[in-house]
Nanobody, 117 residues
């Protein structure tokens, strides 16, 4: 059974940095695309960043220039480096995987990121 296991997250002050990572367990299959979505309290879930075939990357407009997604196919992991964090980035962050950036079929359980002074 495929599972996506997130780590990282936590509490950080505005302007700070955090890194969240995700490991695919239960399968040696390498997904075509992996990504990170988030859901803030009372808001809809949104795709934050994705990395697909040939390392094509996508970023939501609100995080461009601040977040960087990276992937290690040999270890079956994906990470999201988040810099210059803002209170609006506070959300539960979910690791995702699937056949394309827009078709994410597998989801992790989520990790909380809180940006507050």
């Amino acid at each position: 059974q495929v599972q996506l296991v997130e780590s990282g997250g936590g509490l950080v002050q505005p302007g700070g940095s955090l890194n969240v990572s995700c490991l695919v367990v239960g399968s040696i299959y390498r997904f075509e695309a992996m990504g990170w979505s988030r859901q803030a309290l009372g808001k809809e879930r949104e795709l934050v960043a994705g990395i697909g075939t040939n390392d094509f990357v996508y970023y939501h407009g609100s995080v461009k220039g601040r977040f960087t997604i990276s992937r290690d196919k040999s270890k079956n992991t994906v990470s999201l480096q988040m810099n210059n964090l803002e209170p609006a980035d506070t959300a539960v962050y979910y690791c995702t995987a699937g056949s394309s950036i827009l078709t994410q079929s597998y989801w992790g359980q989520g990790t909380q990121v809180t940006v507050s002074s």
